[in-house]
């Protein structure tokens, strides 16, 4: 059905930027909401981002103006532009895609299989 795959993790000093890529490929009708969400060692996974298919933009707590999300439709893309990064950042990435195959079926929650971000230095 839909597929999703994240890119642009790694490791990074604090300080530094990254920018994830979220690519959704497969069987797609429409995608509507895209969105981040991470996990660090011993916690919890918890929200980073997400977008409408209109641009509408949530973030997690106190991550609005250090992250960036954006998504570019024609190519099933959304981003994620982390700048100021903190060790704390460090933890799993994982992109997610509220999307349908058919006009017919309702809408799943798809995830893809993470990327890490390290942050140290």
Known sequence: ???????????????????????????????????????????????????????????GESLEGRFTISRDNPKRTSYLEMHSLRPEDTGVYYCTALATWSPLQPENTYWGQGTQVTVSG
């Open 1 to 59: 059905q839909v597929q999703l795959v994240e890119s642009g993790g790694g490791l990074v000093q604090p300080g530094g930027s990254l920018r994830l890529s979220c690519a959704a490929s497969g069987m797609i009708f429409s995608i509507n909401t895209m969105g981040w969400y991470r996990e660090a060692p011993g916690k919890e996974r918890e929200l980073v981002a997400t977008i409408t298919d209109r641009g509408i933009t949530t973030y």
